[in-house]
């Protein structure tokens, strides 16, 4: 499964979620030595926000979104922008809430917040931010109130907007250069001045990622097919695992695109998901374990079936089918507590065998009484290992009931090398059968009344 996660690449990322939920839209500018603002970009999406088209109608300036603030507002805009930019220390943020008015619905309230790229001598390079819509939250918060933890997440969510990313770096592909806003410079030890940005990410993913997974990220990360991998797309995401931060999550993000939709510039971002992904794995096994006995249910049974009918069956793929015998005598008899003790014990026994010989097999409680094992040993294997299988189950001895049998049929692929895994299961269930059969026979026991 993670695997397939791996290798999943999706324009739907945590950006989108949040545009979608709060709507956002990416910006940037750059600066000259003096810091005098020689470009400025509104993304497409920033212009649908406040209902413009294009650049006709909103123009690539800053006067543009000076002269739509609020005149309550627009004066401590102004001086915060200019002051994160000016600020050859770096320890200003630009990080604001205000009022501007849109094309087509008034005036909204909005949340911007931005980080500079500055030389070595502290003079900014250029700052790219996101614009958030929170005029929904602002009308809100008189319940907000009312709900403290609800509004104490809706807020963290805001504050932390800008530094969701461990790193951030603003890519463009045409010039192959690269811009890093990474807060904490977590990747810096890993960045070398002279190379381009080509080079430098693939530098990055070779020494941040887990030798598993360095194969797919440095394809994923490859900037030489970005571009038309990226066409007519806002975003592409995949998750991989890094050696020192766990599972994270990579996102290109458009923000310049030429006029067939390929992307030119981008932002490269990372974000931590260990935590998340540690939760989705244990719902995952969860929902592939029988919670009585800790061994596989029967939706992964089916999912393993489902697996074998689209791909070929191992030469030593062994299937086994088992069932406890007089379970519903010691239920109807002993009660419930002792058949749970059946099952326990058979569950604890097959896994034993399993583990003391070394035989790699998956085990499904599928019913009631009814296990499948699937396993990958020869025959001559099995049938040597077979006597430590019934010496485990005679040796076995409960609190309730004091004897454990069992009847199993094993179907080889080696044997049958035309039977489909459907066959096999069925051919298993058969032989199974009519070892029960011969059991009650053999212990002078009525079947029908067991």
């Not at 007519?232 to 995401?237: P, R, V």
């Not at 489909?420 to 009344?449: C, E, F, Q, T, V």
């Amino acid at each position: 499964m993670s695997d397939k996660l791996s290798k999943n690449q999706t324009d739907i990322n945590a950006v989108d979620l949040i545009q979608e939920a709060l709507g956002s839209g990416p910006w940037h500018m750059e600066f000259d030595e003096n810091a005098n603002l020689i470009s400025c970009f509104w993304s497409p999406v920033f212009r649908r926000m406040i209902g413009y088209k294009n650049t006709s109608d909103f123009p690539d300036e800053l006067e543009s979104f000076f002269n739509l603030l609020h005149e309550e507002d627009r004066e401590s805009v102004v001086t915060h922008y200019w002051n994160a930019v000016k600020d050859y220390t770096g320890r200003t943020t630009y990080d604001i809430e205000y009022r501007l008015l849109t094309h087509n619905r008034g005036y909204r309230w909005f949340h911007a917040a931005g980080r500079v790229a500055r030389r070595e001598d502290g003079s900014p390079v250029s700052i790219v931010g996101f614009f958030i819509d929170i005029d929904d939250k602002k009308t809100a918060e008189e319940r907000l109130r009312l709900t403290n933890k609800a509004r104490a997440e809706q807020l963290q969510i805001l504050q932390s907007l800008a530094n969701m990313y461990f790193s951030m770096h603003l890519i463009n592909l045409r010039t192959d250069s690269v811009k890093e806003y990474s807060a904490d410079g977590a990747l810096r030890d890993f960045l070398a001045k002279d190379m381009g940005a080509t080079r430098l990410i693939s530098h990055v993913m070779e020494n941040v990622v887990v030798p598993e997974y360095k194969k797919s990220a440095l394809a994923f990360t490859d900037l030489t097919t970005l571009a038309k991998r990226m066409q007519g797309l806002k975003s592409l995401s995949s998750e991989f695992i890094g050696i020192h931060t766990g599972w994270f999550i990579a996102n290109f993000i458009t923000v310049e695109a030429d006029r067939n939709g390929c992307p030119t510039v981008v932002l490269f971002t990372t974000q931590a998901i260990d935590e998340t992904k540690k939760k989705e794995q244990v719902l995952f096994i969860r929902s592939v374990t029988d919670e009585m006995t800790g061994l596989l249910n029967r939706r992964a049974y089916e999912e393993e079936l489902s697996y074998y009918r689209e791909n070929p069956i191992d030469d030593d793929l062994v299937f086994i089918s088992f069932d406890i015998n007089r379970l519903k005598y010691v239920n109807d008899n002993l009660g419930h507590a002792a058949g749970d003790e059946l099952i326990r014990g058979f569950s604890s026994t097959i896994k034993e065998y399993a583990d003391k010989n070394a035989i790699n097999a998956k085990i499904y409680r599928i019913g009631g009484d009814e296990f499948i094992a699937i396993a990958h040993i020869s025959q001559e294997e099995f049938l040597k290992s077979e006597a430590n299988l019934k010496k485990l189950f005679a040796q076995w001895d409960g609190r309730h009931v004091h004897k454990l049998d069992i009847s199993y049929g094993c179907a080889f692929c080696r044997e049958c090398p035309n039977y489909s895994i459907d066959d096999l299961a069925k051919l298993a269930d058969k032989l199974m059968y009519k070892a029960k059969s011969n059991y009650y026979k053999s212990h002078g026991i009525d079947r029908r009344s067991n």
